[in-house]
């Protein structure tokens, strides 16, 4: 298993290797109005090193950045706000949890190399992302922004050929004669 360097700002993340899966990362897409970059991140639900560095990156940005919650004078407790980290049954056993960001993401191969192809969906890789904090409707929330990617490994590259996969009609009648 690849290991994140550490951060340097406490409400910045940097996941080991995750599944990712509805990938924007080179062409924007409407989000909520807005044109946005994005993907979803999906992890273990027994990967406890992973989902204990996101809570304290979530916490870490509440306690940077709960002030915009208080403007009327009421504290907002940090379990009080709305946690972007899900648990799906249609994720089986994984934890998932959408990174958006309106600027473009760095994106890398596993050499560190610029990619400008879209990763295929189902690929592995690692992001970094920053939490932040604000008020939407009156729901106070915890948000991810997706700042980097690098790809480790990207499904198309794992694909069989069709050409290996079958062979041609007239061979298969020889086979059966």
């Known amino acids: 298993m690849i290991e994140p360097k550490p951060s340097t700002d406490g409400a910045h993340f940097i996941s080991g290797e995750v599944i990712m899966r509805g990938n924007h990362l080179t062409r924007s897409r409407n989000y909520y109005g807005k044109e946005m970059y994005g993907t979803t991140i999906l992890f273990s639900c027994f990967d406890n090193n992973t989902l204990n560095k996101i809570t304290e ?20 407790a940090f379990e ?10 249609s994720f089986k056993g994984k934890y998932f949890m959408r990174c958006i960001s309106s600027e473009r993401p760095g994106l890398v191969d596993a050499a ?4 400008e192809e879209e990763p295929v969906a189902g690929c592995t890789g690692r992001v970094s992302v920053s939490f932040h904090c604000k008020k939407v409707d ?15 490994k990207n499904q198309a590259e794992r694909r069989y050929k069709v050409e290996d996969d079958f062979c041609a009609l007239s061979e298969l009648t020889k086979i059966t004669d």
């Open 138 to 152: 009156d729901k106070k929330i915890l948000y991810p922004v997706l700042e980097n990617v690098q790809i480790i």
């Open 80 to 89: 009080e706000l709305s946690n972007p980290l899900k648990l799906d049954k």
């Open 57 to 76: 990156a979530m916490k870490a940005a509440y306690d940077l950045e709960h002030w915009k919650f208080c403007e009327d004078g009421t504290e907002t």
């Open 112 to 115: 560190l190399q610029k990619m």
